[in-house]
């Protein structure tokens, strides 16, 4: 499970690096950081997650145009929630995973972007997918409209599976449109077995209950 919790974050630390931008750049480096979007406590008490880690994803990129390399620094923040779950033969199990992350828009030129920003939630997902290979996502199943940050949001839920105990699990995957708050893009994913019937409301609570300094 250990594994699981790892490639999650790592899949999705892929995701925001790697997705790829291209763009005309001067001749000194530039630096651009997201705020994280971090659960509150009290959505955390009231769903029975627990923190497990915030951390900045920091890639220096060298970019070349019009004969001109320039250095571009871009952190992105992920913030890692989990709950145990009991999976009846299996145990109990830390089968509740909940992230959420924050990517900065890249201004140059007078204009901004994010190689996040138009992507849909299967584009997020199919990347997500290629990056873990114990987890596979199907088809979508559902959509709901959740106020995350203050605004209603669109959530997409899928059906897949991922290894969990050592065994195949069906799961579900919630996750937000990408959408802008303040000066950064926020995508939030939720996964869980789809056995686990209480999940979709205390996914709902972590949901409402992310918190990001606009700046």
């Known amino acids: ?68 390399t320039r250095t571009v620094e871009v952190t992105n923040q992920i913030a890692q929630y989990e709950r145990q779950i009991d999976l009846g033969p299996l145990g109990s199990q830390r089968a509740g995973v909940f992230v959420a992350f924050t990517s900065p828009s890249v201004s140059v030129l007078g204009q901004s972007f994010n190689p996040i920003a138009d992507m849909t939630t299967q584009e997020l997902l199919t990347r997500f997918e290629s990056q873990y290979e114990g987890m596979s996502v199907g088809s979508q199943v559902g959509s709901r409209s959740i106020t995350v940050l203050g605004e209603s949001r669109t959530v997409d839920k899928y059906e897949g599976a991922a290894r969990i105990g050592g ?29 686990s019937a209480s999940s979709p409301d205390r996914v709902t609570t972590l949901f409402e209950g992310l918190e990001h300094d606009d700046g």
Do not use: W
Not at 24 to 32: C, M, V, Y
Not at 168 to 190: L, N, P, Q, R, W
């Open 1 to 68: 499970m250990q594994r699981r919790q790892t490639a999650a974050v790592l899949a999705m630390a892929a995701l925001m690096t790697t997705a790829g931008c291209g763009f005309l750049l001067g001749s000194e480096a530039a630096t651009f950081t997201a705020s994280p979007a971090t659960v509150s406590q009290q959505a955390l008490d009231d769903s029975g997650y627990e923190e497990v880690s915030v951390t900045a994803n920091t890639v220096s990129r060298n970019f070349s145009a019009a004969g001109q």
């Open 167 to 195: 065994q195949e699990v069906d799961v579900y995957i919630e996750i937000t449109e990408v959408f802008k708050h303040g000066s950064d893009h926020v995508v939030a994913i939720a996964i869980y077995p789809q056995r």
